[in-house]
């Protein structure tokens, strides 16, 4: 079994994903254990409140922001091993029919967690070399002594080589669990999905709702993909226009700009494997004289009130979390301006959200229509 570079390239995004995990975490969690060192050495009531503040910031910011990437490229993982193993699943089932365990050659997807060990490095040297200014920035008001960022070799084990580590053995465990199909399913491309029968139906639905409907259902990963980019834009766009009165412009535009990244990396992810899967689908439609419009809608328009709801989410995620730091962290702080829900800011993102989220399924909507019927049918 070979993993090519041009299968290992598509794993881009967990590498981006991954990084900016990492990238978060270091800042905070490295500061935090430095800021611990001189905490004898602050002496002033309000140096004290504000060192109990960046703590719990630190590991409110880590645990959670950390927590949702790591999840996401948890799932973007699976997807990928599965999609691996479902557009090889010839080329597997012989290795299993030559007599190959399914364990046997499991093993080998071990190299998927390639891409979160170089987004890891990738994240935590940038960070790294973010650090000294990060560290400016949380002692604007020069209330603790000056600190030096220092390198922890355990820190760095836990943000790059335990999730390395667990990563592979991941993939090698779900593709394990993947290849216990029979042979003869691997070697006819079965993928098992479930024909759901609706009971009580006296009309049948129109092919285009039904096709549709079967798009998400087959999908189901990817509507997660297209939430969750929804809630990054939403989540991340708004809390930076917050975070320039609250904080600082520095992390308002570090905030958004890994918002951005993860929402355009996760949204381009899914549409492009939404359209690559139902090329051939789409090409039957145009034979059969439907519009590329039609085609469009039928494969795309489904994901769009997914995109809603995981826009909402991502607006009450970051009215509640700015709501805990400001209300409960930095309770006892002086100057800290209070924060409440901005309606303007959230129409505003929402406007920029509508507009961004058309503009890019208009593009995919055109690549429908590029679609070569003639080389799809040769397949």
């Given at each position: 079994m070979i993993?090519?570079?041009?299968?290992t390239a598509?794993l881009?995004?967990i590498?981006?994903?991954?990084?900016?995990?990492?990238f978060?975490?270091t800042?905070?969690?490295?500061?935090?254990?430095?800021i611990?060192?001189?905490k004898?050495e602050i002496?002033?009531?309000a140096?004290?409140?504000m060192?109990?503040?960046?703590v719990?910031?630190?590991?409110?910011?880590a645990?959670v922001?950390g927590?949702?990437l790591v999840?996401t490229?948890?799932?973007?993982?699976?997807?990928?091993?599965?999609?691996y193993?479902?557009t090889?699943?010839?080329?597997l089932?012989?290795?299993?029919?030559?007599?190959?365990?399914?364990?046997?050659?499991?093993?080998?997807?071990?190299v998927f967690?390639?891409?979160?060990?170089v987004?890891c490095?990738?994240g935590?040297?940038s960070?790294?070399?973010?650090?000294?200014?990060?560290?400016?920035l949380?002692?604007?008001e020069?209330?603790?002594?000056e600190?030096?960022?220092?390198?922890?070799?355990?820190?760095?084990?836990?943000?790059i080589?335990?999730p390395?580590i667990?990563?592979?053995?991941l993939?090698?465990?779900?593709?394990?669990?993947?290849?216990?199909h029979?042979v003869?399913?691997?070697?006819?491309?079965?993928?098992?999905?479930?024909?759901?029968?609706?009971?009580?139906v006296?009309?049948?639905?129109?092919?285009l709702?039904?096709?549709?409907?079967?798009?998400?259902?087959?999908r189901?990963?990817?509507?997660?993909?297209?939430?969750f980019?929804?809630?990054?834009?939403?989540a991340m766009?708004?809390m930076?226009?917050?975070m320039?009165?609250?904080?600082?412009?520095t992390m308002a535009?570090?905030?958004?700009?890994?918002?951005l990244?993860?929402?355009?990396?996760t949204?381009?992810?899914?549409?492009?494997?939404?359209?690559k899967?139902n090329?051939k689908?789409?090409?039957?439609?145009?034979?059969?004289?439907?519009?590329?419009?039609d085609?469009s809608?039928?494969?795309?328009?489904?994901y769009?009130?997914?995109?809603?709801?995981?826009?909402v989410?991502?607006t009450?995620?970051?009215?509640?979390?700015?709501?805990i730091?400001?209300?409960?962290?930095?309770a006892d702080?002086?100057?800290?301006p209070?924060?409440?829900?901005?309606?303007?800011?959230?129409?505003?993102?929402?406007?920029?959200?509508i507009l961004?989220?058309?503009i890019?399924?208009?593009?995919?909507?055109?690549?429908?229509k590029?679609?070569p019927?003639?080389?799809?049918?040769l397949?």
């Amino acid at each position: 079994m070979i993993i090519g570079m041009k299968d290992t390239a598509k794993l881009v995004g967990i590498s981006v994903i991954a990084g900016c995990a990492v990238f978060v975490c270091t800042l905070f969690l490295n500061y935090n254990i430095d800021i611990a060192a001189i905490k004898g050495e602050i002496t002033t009531e309000a140096g004290m409140a504000m060192y109990q503040a960046q703590v719990s910031t630190g590991k409110v910011t880590a645990s959670v922001s950390g927590g949702c990437l790591v999840l996401t490229s948890v799932v973007m993982l699976l997807f990928y091993v599965k999609n691996y193993i479902d557009t090889h699943s010839k080329e597997l089932g012989i290795l299993k029919a030559l007599g190959y365990s399914g364990l046997k050659i499991a093993k080998h997807f071990w190299v998927f967690g390639l891409s979160v060990f170089v987004g890891c490095i990738f994240g935590y040297v940038s960070a790294f070399f973010y650090l000294p200014s990060f560290y400016d920035l949380q002692n604007a008001e020069q209330l603790f002594p000056e600190i030096k960022a220092q390198l922890h070799p355990l820190l760095a084990f836990f943000l790059i080589g335990v999730p390395a580590i667990g990563f592979s053995i991941l993939a090698v465990i779900y593709a394990c669990l993947r290849l216990r199909h029979p042979v003869l399913d691997l070697l006819k491309e079965k993928r098992g999905y479930k024909i759901k029968v609706n009971r009580g139906v006296t009309k049948d639905r129109p092919f285009l709702k039904d096709l549709a409907g079967s798009t998400l259902r087959e999908r189901k990963t990817l509507v997660f993909f297209v939430a969750f980019s929804a809630f990054c834009f939403s989540a991340m766009v708004q809390m930076s226009m917050s975070m320039e009165k609250l904080s600082s412009k520095t992390m308002a535009v570090m905030i958004i700009v890994i918002g951005l990244i993860l929402a355009f990396m996760t949204l381009f992810l899914s549409l492009s494997s939404v359209v690559k899967g139902n090329t051939k689908t789409i090409a039957m439609m145009r034979v059969f004289g439907y519009k590329y419009s039609d085609c469009s809608r039928a494969v795309l328009g489904g994901y769009r009130p997914f995109s809603y709801v995981g826009f909402v989410i991502g607006t009450l995620y970051q009215y509640v979390l700015l709501k805990i730091m400001v209300g409960i962290v930095f309770a006892d702080i002086d100057n800290m301006p209070e924060y409440s829900f901005d309606f303007k800011k959230c129409a505003v993102t929402f406007v920029l959200f509508i507009l961004t989220y058309e503009i890019v399924m208009y593009s995919y909507a055109q690549r429908i229509k590029r679609l070569p019927l003639k080389s799809v049918m040769l397949e």
